[in-house]
Structure formats: structure tokens, C-alpha cells
């Protein structure tokens, strides 16, 4: 099985009936979500989607988004998932940038941002398009079932997902069948989902850690619950019980919401398995956690979309590697390197490199960019991830700060993550980002939520920093901005520091 579509194949072939897909007002057995793919591949057909073309998927998360990003994969094709909170202004970047065939979204969203109808097909004619062929005769059927491109290979491109650049355009990173196929099953084998669970998944599927929670659940042939934005809040805890959630895979800030409803926790909540990455997670966070859901197997994890998972702690070693972000994934090689290319020793920090068949293919349109992250290191193509690591003697992963966020205070490289772990680790605090304002002399910036005041933190943190690693101001916010991918967006923390819009 090399294919991402064969994913779904292998379940319906094996747990047709088994429920794979639930949403608020519909669901699919792996059999129907076979067929819907089948259905939707052969109308791909006939608007003429061919092999390597690009298919944007413009909708909001649900069970349909899935089936078609998977007919687009059955027919050799490029599907590109985008957040149906974009911008009109990146979203034709994007079209421009990806030369996308065809545009799959709903009316809302054409009427929203002006797209041509020479360029979408809408989102109800799709529907009408499976349900008309559902009602096909049998030789109708066996048509369908020799829809899928047989010419494919596994290292074709399957995916682009794009995410933020630096220049402040989006840019996409490329994914093949075998480097999603790869990642799926390298973390499959250390969380080892079951059969019976039912994966909670609140994360936008344009985001890859949302959507992967999909492929794992395609793998284990599990069952994906697909929740609202909206319901990350006081409802979270209703929903998790109401669906049955066992796996739950969260953010810090998502996680610190969790633990603020330790209230509304109910004897009933089956959580067994709860995931995390995109940011640092303080242990004082994992602490509160495990005081709430005490048998629940708690994996901290680190990764980024050109190589998508790098690293997982196990969950016996939470409390003895506290910091640490864990061992690299099975076939994985993770080096640390000085700017020079030399590997430094255990304790010294430098720039994470990564090995492996999960290291993605560059990005889409910027040969530059490409050559500038993905190079060659002693006769193998690796991902130079610009994150600065240290590990110890037994090879474990502790994450420093990002290259771009480590400043110079009185002579001393200072880590912001280092501020913001810091600050995260004071009872009453929430959530905290560190703004390094490169125009002012690096002055660093501390942005926090939470029921202390401005000069409770200050006094603090003078008990877990050193004098020269404080930051040069601290401002109290009612709530960090968020972006799309549920991160802490700190380009809107930036834009509202220079306008002086706090």
C-alpha cells in the first residue's frame, strides 16, 4: 500500500460497515466513503482533471472534504486544501501561485471572494453528481471501480500544503504518496490507535495536523469525529463526551482551555490517548493534565509541514525527559549542526537537521527557497529545519528556539521560547508569546493572558530568569490572536505593537 487513497481502499476492504467519518449531520462507513471518492473521481473525469493537475479545495472541514481530497489522490491529481477563513488577497496569490485546473468550494464562498465561474464548480453540484450515481445500474458501478489512474508511483505529488512564508506570501510545500504514507505509519507505530477509537479532531483539515488525523484514522481503521472551531470553549467537554471521543489531538493553547474545564469533566469521558505539537508545551501544562485525565496516555510531539512529524516522547518518559520533545520517528535521523555543518555534541545547541523518507520534496514554484531548506548533508538530501536544538546523551530532542527568535540582550543569545516557557510555567497563566521587535534594538516583547497582573509576572519571572533573559515589556492581553492553523499568531502581535493597537 502506497498510494494515500489505498488507505481508505484497505479499511473499506477489510471493515466495510466499520463508521468512518462522523460529523454533526452526516457520516460514512469506509465503504460508502470509498464509493463517494469513486463517485466524485469519475465527475473529476468528465470536467477533465488530469494526472498532476492542481485541484483547490476550498470548503469547510467535513467528511465531503475528505472524500474529494481523495478522489483528486484516486486520479492521480493534486489536491490543495485551503482554510475557508482566507483571505480574498492570499487566496488569489494561491490561485496564481498553484495554476489550480479546477476549484471545488460552495456558494458562500464564491459569492464572498469574486472567484470566476470559469474557475469554481460548486460544492451542491457534486452532491447531486454522487447521488444521481448511486442510483446507477450495476455496469455503471463496475465503470466506477476502474476510475483510479493505475500509472501513479508513490513518488508523484499528491499534495501542496500551503503555509506562511517569511516574505509574507504563502508558500507550499510539496507532498508525495510515499513521504504521507511514511509519516502515517512511522507515528502510527508509537501511538498505536485502535480499532474502536474515536478520534476527536477540532483542527482545520487545510492544516496538516489536522488533516493527518484523518489518514491515522484511515490506517487504523478508526473512527474520525469532525468538530467546529466553535466548539473549542465551554462546549468542548459536552462534545467529548457526547461523541465518545478516546484520542484527542491538541495544541498548547487548545490544551490550556481543556484544563481551565476541569469542572466539567465527567466520569464518563473515555479519553485514553491525547496528542500535541505546533508549539511548546510547558510540563507544568502536561502536570494539570494528567491530574484531570490521570489514565490517559499523553504523547508531546514536534514536527513541521516539510518533514511533517519528527519527533514523539512516549508517555512513560513524560516526567524523567520532561522538556524534551523525544526520539525521532522510526528510519529518522535527526543531527544537530553549527553554522559551519559540524555535528555538535550532546548538550550544545545548534540547527536540527532531518533524514528520512518523510522529508518532503521542497517547494512548489521556488527553486531558491527550495535549495535554501532542503540540501545535501554527507551524501543525503536533508531538511534543514531553521529550529534550534540540543539533545542528550541518549539521543533525546530538546527544543531551543527557532533561529529567527533567538536576540542578542547585553551580549547573550536569549531563546524566546525560553521567556515564553518561563511565563507559561506561573500558576494563573495561560498562554504567552514573545515578540522580538527587530527595528528596536531586538527590544523582546512578552504578551501573556491569564489573572495575574503585569507586575505579579514581572516579579515572577525574576525567580525563573536570569536578570539579562527578561524581556523588555510585558503587556497583558485578554486573548493572544489566533491564527487559522490554531497557532499563536505573532505577525497580528507584531502589526498591533507597531500600530499601537494595544
Known amino acids: 500500500m502506497t498510494l494515500l487513497h489505498e488507505l481508505i481502499d484497505m479499511a473499506a476492504k477489510q471493515a466495510p460497515d466499520k463508521v468512518a467519518i462522523i460529523a454533526e449531520e452526516t457520516q460514512f462507513t469506509y465503504e460508502q466513503l470509498r464509493r463517494h471518492t469513486l463517485m466524485i473521481s469519475s465527475f473529476l473525469r468528465f470536467k477533465g482533471i488530469q494526472r498532476g493537475d492542481r485541484v483547490i479545495i476550498l470548503l469547510p472541514s467535513s467528511p465531503d472534504l475528505l472524500a474529494i481530497a481523495n478522489a483528486v489522490s484516486r486520479i492521480g491529481a493534486i489536491f490543495v486544501i485551503l482554510n475557508d477563513a482566507i483571505t480574498t488577497y492570499s487566496l488569489k496569490y494561491i490561485l496564481d501561485d498553484a495554476e489550480s485546473a479546477l476549484i471545488i468550494t460552495d456558494r458562500v464562498l464564491v459569492k464572498k ?11 451542491e453540484l457534486i452532491e447531486t453528481i454522487t447521488t444521481y450515481r448511486a442510483e446507477d445500474r450495476a455496469e455503471d458501478h463496475m465503470e466506477l471501480e476502474s476510475i483510479t489512474c493505475n500509472e501513479q508511483i508513490s513518488c508523484e505529488p499528491v499534495c501542496l500544503i500551503y503555509t506562511s512564508g517569511s516574505t509574507g506570501k504563502p508558500k507550499a510545500v510539496i507532498s508525495t504518496h510515499e513521504n504521507i504514507c511514511f509519516a502515517v505509519r512511522s507515528i502510527q ?13 477540532f483542527l482545520p483539515l487545510s492544516f496538516d495536523y489536522g488533516l493527518y488525523q484523518a489518514f491515522l484514522c484511515f490506517e487504523a481503521q478508526a ?13 468542548l467537554m459536552t462534545k467529548l463526551e457526547h461523541w465518545g471521543v478516546t484520542v484527542f489531538p491538541s495544541m498548547p493553547h487548545i490544551t490550556s482551555a481543556l484544563v481551565r474545564l476541569e469542572r466539567r469533566v465527567s466520569p464518563t469521558l473515555r479519553l485514553r490517548v491525547f496528542t500535541t505539537t505546533g508549539a511548546r508545551h510547558h510540563h507544568s501544562l502536561t502536570v494539570k493534565l494528567l491530574n484531570i485525565f490521570p489514565d490517559c496516555r499523553i504523547f508531546l510531539m514536534y514536527g513541521l509541514t516539510e518533514c511533517k512529524r519528527v519527533s514523539i516522547l512516549p508517555p512513560d518518559l513524560i516526567t524523567t525527559k520532561a522538556e524534551s520533545v523525544g526520539l525521532p520517528l522510526p528510519e529518522t535521523e535527526c543531527l544537530v549542526v553549527n553554522n559551519e555543518g559540524k555535528v555538535m555534541p550532546p548538550g550544545e545547541v545548534g540547527e536540527l537537521i532531518v533524514k528520512g523518507p518523510h522529508v518532503m520534496q521542497g517547494y512548489w514554484r521556488a527553486p531558491k527557497l ?3 531548506k532542503f540540501k545535501i548533508f554527507e551524501g543525503q538530501r536533508v531538511l534543514y529545519t531553521g529550529d534550534l536544538f540540543f539533545k542528550d546523551e541518549e539521543g533525546f530532542l530538546y527544543f ?15 531563546s524566546a521560547a525560553e521567556i515564553e516557557s518561563a511565563t507559561e510555567s506561573i500558576p494563573g497563566i495561560h498562554n504567552a508569546a514573545v515578540i522580538v521587535h527587530r527595528n528596536d534594538n531586538d527590544k523582546a516583547v512578552l504578551f501573556f493572558e491569564g489573572i495575574l497582573s503585569v507586575e505579579e509576572i514581572w516579579e515572577k519571572l ?7 533573559k527578561t524581556p523588555h515589556e510585558i503587556i497583558k492581553i485578554d486573548k493572544l490572536p489566533i491564527t487559522s492553523n490554531q497557532k499563536v499568531d505573532k505577525r497580528k502581535l507584531m502589526e498591533l505593537l507597531s500600530e499601537g493597537g494595544l
Request: no cysteine; aromatic share 10%.
Open 400 to 414: 531551543y528556539g527557532r533561529k529567527d527568535e533567538i536576540f542578542k540582550n547585553n551580549g547573550y543569545r536569549i
Open 462 to 468: 525574576s525567580d525563573r530568569l536570569e536578570e539579562y
Open 370 to 372: 527550495t535549495k535554501s
Open 113 to 123: 471572494h469574486g472567484i470566476g465561474s470559469s474557475l469554481y464548480i460548486h460544492h
Open 223 to 235: 473512527t474520525l469525529v469532525i468538530g467546529k472551531k466553535e466548539d473549542i470553549g465551554p462546549r
Open 189 to 201: 507505530k508509537i501511538i498505536q490507535l485502535k480499532y474502536d477509537d474515536i478520534i476527536g479532531n
